[in-house]
Nanobody, 118 residues
Framework: VQLVESGGGLVQAGGSLRVSCAATGRIFSISVMGWYRQAPGKQRELVASITSGSKINYADSAKGRFTISGDNVKNTVYLEMNSLKPEDTAVYYC?????????????WGQGTQVTVSS
């Protein structure tokens, strides 16, 4: 099982970006997928998550600006980020709890850089 991220990049403050994460491999079920971020010198923090039953959780910093969604057929999760601020600058990591052919595991993507300029 692998998590393959795409999207991210450089955007001006107030702009929008979308990051995507596709889970690949022999997957039987996905319990939850989400996005974390880590800014330089800071701990990794949860941004948003979505369960297989579509229960969604947002960090306070993401509420009202970010939208997480999932495609169960494609095993993909999306994070639409609007009204971006310089403090949103971080490496964004996809995370998923997956049951595959090798059993249950927690997986991380390689990370994608999001930079918001002021």
């Amino acid at each position: 099982v692998q998590l393959v991220e795409s999207g991210g990049g450089l955007v001006q403050a107030g702009g929008s970006l979308r990051v995507s994460c596709a889970a690949t491999g022999r997957i039987f079920s996905i319990s939850v997928m989400g996005w974390y971020r880590q800014a330089p010198g800071k701990q990794r923090e949860l941004v948003a998550s979505i369960t297989s039953g579509s229960k969604i959780n947002y960090a306070d910093s993401a509420k009202g600006r970010f939208t997480i969604s999932g495609d169960n057929v494609k095993n993909t999760v999306y994070l639409e980020m609007n009204s971006l601020k310089p403090e949103d600058t971080a490496v964004y990591y996809c995370n998923a709890a997956i049951t595959g052919s090798s059993g249950f595991g927690i997986y991380w993507g390689q990370g994608t850089q999001v930079t918001v300029s002021s």
